[in-house]
C-alpha cells in the first residue's frame, strides 16, 4: 500500500495542525512517526482496534482513522518546539498486525511531512 502525508507546516509554540496520510488501500495497523533533527525515529501514536501513544505527546495529539476513505488523521495540539520533526505515516495490512510503535511492525511508509514548532 502507498502511503501520502500531508498537513505539515510551520507553527508558533501553542498553536495546532492535524496531518493526513491518504493509503491506497486499505490498510489494519497504522501509525505516525517522528524524527527530529539528530535523533533517531520515534513511534508516537498507533491504531488499530484501539489506540496507543508515546508518553511525549499524550494527551496533546490525538490518532484517528477513516476507514471508508482509507485517511490516517493525527491532530497535534499545544504544539511545542520539541515536536519539530519529519512526521511519517506507516502501516501494515496484515490482520495478525500489532499495534505497538516498533518501526519494524510497520511495512508500508510514506515520504514524511515537515512540521517545524517555533516559540
Known amino acids: 500500500v502507498q502511503l501520502v502525508e500531508s498537513g505539515g507546516g510551520s507553527v508558533q509554540a501553542g498553536g495546532s495542525l492535524r496531518l493526513s496520510c491518504a493509503a491506497s488501500?486499505?490498510?489494519?495497523?497504522m501509525a505516525w512517526f517522528r524524527q527530529g533533527p539528530g535523533k533517531e525515529r520515534e513511534g508516537i501514536a498507533s491504531i488499530k482496534a484501539g489506540t496507543l501513544y508515546a508518553d511525549s505527546v499524550e494527551g496533546r495529539f490525538t490518532i484517528s482513522k477513516d476507514n471508508a476513505k482509507n485517511i490516517l488523521y493525527l491532530q497535534m495540539n499545544t504544539l511545542k518546539p520539541e515536536d519539530t520533526a519529519m512526521y511519517y505515516c506507516?502501516?501494515?495490512?496484515?490482520?495478525?498486525?500489532?499495534?505497538?510503535?516498533?518501526?519494524?511492525?510497520?511495512?508500508?511508509w510514506g515520504q514524511g511531512t515537515q512540521v517545524t514548532v517555533s516559540l
Open positions: 488501500g486499505s490498510t489494519v495497523c
Open positions: 506507516a502501516a501494515n495490512v496484515k490482520w495478525y498486525c500489532t499495534f505497538r510503535l516498533r518501526a519494524s511492525e510497520y511495512n508500508s
